[in-house]
């Protein structure tokens, strides 16, 4: 059974960090694309950050380069996102994502709150 759970999440002041993890199970992660989306309430899901199957290629959304990174541990089948300079618009649901050609996964989600 395949599964990626995410964790991290919480309420964060404005200017915070936080660092959430998705640890995959049930899949050889290594050979997936990794990806972390979000969803706020009442807007579509969006895709916020990309790292190829090697960690050597990250793409990331224009409202978060420079403040968020992307990385993966394939020994650990896990892929983090580490969020800094937190700002309330980055509220939303986040979704950690394997895709391999049209196969795709999806985590239940954590939530991240940013507010003061």
């Known amino acids: 059974q395949v599964q990626l759970v995410e964790s991290g999440g919480g309420l964060v002041q404005p200017g915070g960090s936080l660092r959430l993890s998705c640890a995959a199970s049930?899949?050889?992660?290594?050979?997936?694309?990794m990806s972390w989306y979000r969803q706020a309430p009442g807007k579509q899901r969006e895709l916020v950050a990309t790292?190829?199957?090697?960690?050597?290629?990250?793409n990331y959304a224009g409202s978060v380069k420079g403040r968020f990174t992307i990385s993966r541990d394939n020994a650990k089948k896990t892929v983090y996102l580490q969020m800094n300079s937190l700002k309330s618009e980055d509220t939303a649901v986040y979704y950690c994502?394997?895709?391999?050609?049209?196969?795709?996964?999806w985590g239940q989600g954590t939530q991240v709150t940013v507010s003061s």
């Open positions: 049930g899949i050889n992660s290594g050979t997936y694309t």
């Open positions: 994502n394997a895709l391999r050609g049209l196969i795709d996964f």
């Open positions: 790292v190829s199957t090697s960690g050597g290629t990250t």
